[in-house]
């Protein structure tokens, strides 16, 4: 998996990883690929409905391979902050933090190589999403969700 990849992936995986895709985590994932050059390459559409797919197949099993894949990764500082940034974003996309998001920012960040100083830096608001928590190494909660395809351009219409 390429780095492009993983970016699209972590947004994904933190879009569903409460058991709901909300209108505004889908419009945010649409402004981020169509702004930023590194998705230019990449059907965003057809790979956001293979994890929709392969996360209502597997379900808690398709974000646990998810975080094997980050841990696997031998990313930079700067890729490393990527992913904080686009995890954040669609954390807060839809303007309601659940405890499920945070724990699973959590498991993100302790995959990662990047000290809390470093975060704060940037997000100097997030101390809380830095704080140990109970068992950050079990398995995600999931509640057995299914979610429909993503359609960006029947999302574009209805704006």
Aim: glycine fraction near 2%; charged fraction near 30%.
């Amino acid at each position: 998996m390429n780095t492009n990849e993983l970016y699209l992936k972590t947004i994904f995986c933190c879009m569903a990883c409460d058991g709901d895709i909300a209108k505004e985590e889908v419009s945010l994932v649409n402004d981020i690929t169509a702004k930023q050059e590194l998705f230019r390459d990449m059907n965003i559409e057809a790979t956001i409905n293979d994890y929709v797919a392969a996360i209502n197949a597997k379900g808690a099993l398709f974000l646990k391979q998810y975080l094997k894949e980050l841990e696997a990764q031998n990313l930079s500082t700067e890729e490393q902050m990527k992913i904080i940034d686009f995890a954040i974003q669609t954390i807060y996309a839809d303007n309601k933090i659940e405890y499920s998001e945070v724990k699973f920012f959590k498991k993100i960040r302790s995959r990662l190589s990047l000290t809390d100083e470093q975060i704060l830096v940037k997000y100097p608001d997030l101390e809380d999403f830095l704080l140990p928590d109970i068992n950050i190494v079990e398995d995600p909660e999931w509640n057995n969700a299914i979610f429909k395809d993503i359609n960006f351009t029947e999302y574009r219409e209805r704006q």
